[in-house]
């Protein structure tokens, strides 16, 4: 099996939305603010608050942050951000619920204690929170302190996700992440300690210098903090578009092959652990809410990856923040000086997006779909998304090698003139 998927190894876009970021197009702060004003005011809102700043920067880091050792950049951000989500209430016209709130970036555990309450204040001032609202924090372990723990407990965060990659000293020098497992395993309990007790960890695969035994010792020594989730992500080395990745020589990257093998492992050990598949990459405790969604098919994804949020519209704060409006998707500017220039001029600091037509979004449910649950029903979707079932017909011609490989299962025994596709066989494999 290994050849077989060795031999469909290319690099494709993660999928957080069709179509991704870099097709989106020119969007004016007023196209925006026209679909916020068209939002059904009864159906609940999920929000992302983007903090881009980080201590320090890990050489293999993807995300939209910059490194600072002064609090004085973030102070500045967080005042023109809270007033970006007063500007956008405003524009909405109504109080909108909330269901779902993520802390991204970067580094929200960047934030003081006070500045935390100050941004949930904000936020509450301007949205009514359900009850039951899930507030979830990305998590540096190394940024975690008594003060910020009582911080979130009070602010009502109870879900947590640790950036932990891999505990072997020689892997976090060749990645410029130093975290011991005494850190991670206190910055767990003080949130514990304020009953966050959803709490997810990050691990990394295909890292520089990376061994199977380091995985190995990775898996057991986070299987020991009892997570509810695990995310297993693959690295994805783009030094052509970050530059800081250049620091990580390429002859340290294990190759194809050697990715394979570590994911393979780490997912036995998870398995024989008790630990449930979801999706590509994750793994949930019997006890978490995205296994629960996995099973009622109500599992979906947005700009974080998976998700047991299946609001359709997600409001996106700070610089690079996406938006999922019901109509497409609008992006921030990802640069300080026109996000500030924006929001001082009182305007969204909207500059990127995409409408979306019937095909975006039919093909962004058979992806959404395949994604999550390594199958899909295409002329179900076609149907549903106003199309003829045979519509892709010609396409499904195309998947002859994967299927003779047993990549591909096609199904077409579906009732009716076409054909269901299944994109399983050995699945959590053969589409990585
Ligand atoms: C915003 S960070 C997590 C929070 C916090 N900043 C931290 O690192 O502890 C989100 C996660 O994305 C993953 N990640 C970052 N860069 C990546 C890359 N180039 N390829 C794959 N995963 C990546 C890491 O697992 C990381 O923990
Ligand atoms: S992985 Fe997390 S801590 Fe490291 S640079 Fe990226 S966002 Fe910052």
Known sequence: ??????????????YTSYPTAPHFISKTPAEYAASLALL?????????VHIPFCKEMCWYCGCHTTATRKYAPVEAYLSLMWREIRLTADMIGRRMNVAHLHFGGGSPTMLHPDDFLRTMDVLREAFDFVSDAEIAIEADPRGISYDKAKAYGQAGVNRASFGIQDFSPVVQAAINRRQDFATVEESVALLRQFGINDINFDLMYGLPLQTLDDIEKTVALSLSLKPRRIAMFGYAHVPWMKKHMTLIHDEDLPDACARIDQFSRAEKLLLEAGMQP??????????????????????????????????????????????????????????NVNYS????????????????????????????????????????ILVKHGFAPDRFDDILAGFTD???????????????????????????????
């Open 40 to 48: 059904a005011p009864h159906n609940p809102v999920s929000l992302y």
């Open 1 to 14: 099996m290994k050849n077989k998927i060795l031999k469909y190894n290319a690099q494709i876009p993660r």
């Open 278 to 335: 979801v999706g590509l990459d994750h793994f949930a405790a019997e006890n978490d809410s995205m296994l629960q969604a996995l099973r009622s098919r109500t599992l979906a994804r947005n700009f974080q990856g998976y998700t047991t949020d299946a609001s359709s519209t997600l409001i996106g704060f700070g610089t690079s923040a996406i938006s999922r409006m019901p109509d497409g998707f609008f992006q921030n500017t990802p640069h």
């Open 402 to 432: 994967m299927m003779t490989d047993g990549m591909v299962e096609l199904d077409r025994g579906y009732q009716g003139q076409s054909r269901s596709a299944a994109g399983s066989a050995g699945g959590r494999g053969a589409i990585r």
């Open 341 to 380: 220039a924006a929001i001082l001029a009182g305007r969204l600091p909207v500059a990127r997006g995409r409408l979306l037509e019937e095909e975006d979004r039919l093909r962004g449910d058979i992806i959404g779909q395949l994604m999550c649950y390594l199958e899909v029903d295409i002329p179900a």
